[in-house]
């Protein structure tokens, strides 16, 4: 296994090609973002190949489990159920099923969020409102990112 180059101050070392690069330079840390970037999408396709190569193999084994040498593998995912709940629900309601039985199978998510628009909306509009989203909001850590856009 390779070790991860540790960032000095102005330097970092690319990992596919060892590529020393200047970071303290805006331009030369957008092009190691553009290098990070692609490497991150070659390392991801050529991840999901193997784990192709693996789902063979465990479809020839017949498990999900596979010992390989000194590693063990654990498969997961492949095929995921989904239903169209419409249909389900009145399909079951034809079918004779119970009204109880079908409320405890068919489960309601709801989940609020906040407009920025129309907050912001608000707050410029009404005092009160301004107010009111401020002692209601909370500021919290976020991951920080950057993407190449051609």
């Known amino acids: 296994m390779s070790e991860v180059v540790q960032p000095t ?9 060892g590529e020393l690069i200047d970071v303290a330079k805006p331009s030369e ?7 990070l970037t692609r490497a991150r999408n070659q390392i991801a396709d050529l991840r999901q190949f193997v784990v192709e190569v693996l789902w063979s193999e465990g479809e020839r084994q017949g498990t999900k489990t596979l010992r390989l040498g000194e590693h063990e593998i654990t498969l997961y995912g492949g095929t995921a159920v989904e239903y169209d709940v419409e249909k389900l629900r009145d399909r079951l309601r034809e079918a004779g099923c119970p009204e109880g039985r079908i409320e405890r199978l068919i489960k309601t998510k709801v989940e609020y969020v906040v407009d920025g628009n129309v907050a912001r909306s608000l707050a410029g509009i009404n005092p009160d409102y301004a107010a009111a989203l401020e002692a209601s909001r909370e500021i919290v850590p976020a991951r920080r990112g950057a993407r190449v856009v051609q």
């Open 9 to 17: 101050p102005s330097a970092i070392v690319l990992p596919l090609t």
């Open 29 to 35: 840390a957008a092009r190691a973002l553009d290098e």
